[in-house]
């Protein structure tokens, strides 16, 4: 029998959520699986996985083959350089010591990248919310001035008006002479 580790689509439509499961490779997307190993869901930003890492490790060292998908996300959570590893100690090129600290120092590396990457969502929500604020309270100054002017008391104003009327320029009408080639194009 041949396993595969698959997504297990469930949600509503155009909301996924997928289940991350170990399954018979004949059985369909949605059916009979062997074991849940976690879930996956792509809503959020970043996507949100949660996985338990032994169990899915043992499937994978067992021979159990991901999808492209989850291949995708067992590499995101490091559990395939982990078995890289395991292969390292495995062959001697490693000490289990040595495989230890390089997966440590992976996995902070990419803890770090993430929070990153949710500072800088955060901040340009922060950004964004805050100019939109302050066009609000702009349009709100103007509103407030426009209703002040249109309730002020009118004053009328005695506007002393200039009876000099400006001179038109006469047209001219004057003939343009002619020259040579225009002479030439006439005949």
């Given at each position: 029998?041949?396993?595969?580790?698959?997504?297990?689509?469930?949600?509503?439509?155009s909301?996924?959520?997928?289940h991350?499961?170990v399954?018979?490779?004949?059985?369909p997307?949605?059916?009979?699986?062997?074991?849940?190993?976690?879930?996956?869901?792509?809503n959020?930003?970043p996507?949100?996985?949660?996985?338990?890492f032994?169990?899915?490790?043992?499937?994978?060292?067992k021979?159990?083959e991901?999808?492209d998908?989850?291949?995708?996300?067992?590499?995101?959570k490091?559990?395939?350089?982990?078995?890289?590893?395991?292969?390292?100690?495995?062959?001697g090129?490693?000490?289990?010591?040595?495989?230890?600290?390089?997966?440590?120092?992976?996995?902070?590396?990419?803890?770090?990248?993430?929070?990153?990457?949710?500072?800088?969502?955060?901040k340009?929500?922060?950004?964004?919310?805050?100019?939109?604020?302050?066009a609000?309270?702009?349009?709100?100054?103007?509103?407030?001035?426009a209703?002040?002017l249109?309730?002020?008391p009118?004053?009328?104003?005695?506007?002393?008006?200039?009876t000099e009327?400006?001179?038109?320029?006469?047209?001219?009408t004057?003939?343009?002479?002619a020259?040579?080639?225009?002479?030439e194009?006439?005949?």
């Open positions: 029998m041949a396993t595969k580790i698959r997504l297990q689509r469930f949600g509503k439509k909301k996924p959520f997928f991350v499961v399954a018979d490779s004949r059985a997307r949605d059916g009979k699986f062997i074991e849940r190993l976690g879930s996956y869901n792509p959020t930003n996507a949100t996985i949660e996985i338990n032994e169990k899915t490790l043992d499937w994978v060292n021979g159990a991901p999808t998908t989850c291949r995708t996300i067992l590499s995101h490091g559990i395939l350089y982990r078995k890289h590893l395991q292969g390292g100690v495995k062959k090129a490693l000490t289990e010591e040595q495989a230890d600290a390089k997966f440590a120092e992976w996995l902070s590396a990419k803890d770090s990248k993430i929070e990153g990457k949710k500072d800088s969502l955060t340009s929500k922060d950004e964004v919310k805050k100019t939109a604020l302050a609000e309270t702009k349009k709100n100054a103007d509103r407030g001035a209703i002040a249109k309730n002020a009118v004053v009328e104003e005695v506007v002393a008006e200039e009327e400006t001179p038109v320029a006469e047209e001219t004057e003939e343009i002479p020259t040579e080639e225009t002479k194009e006439e005949a």
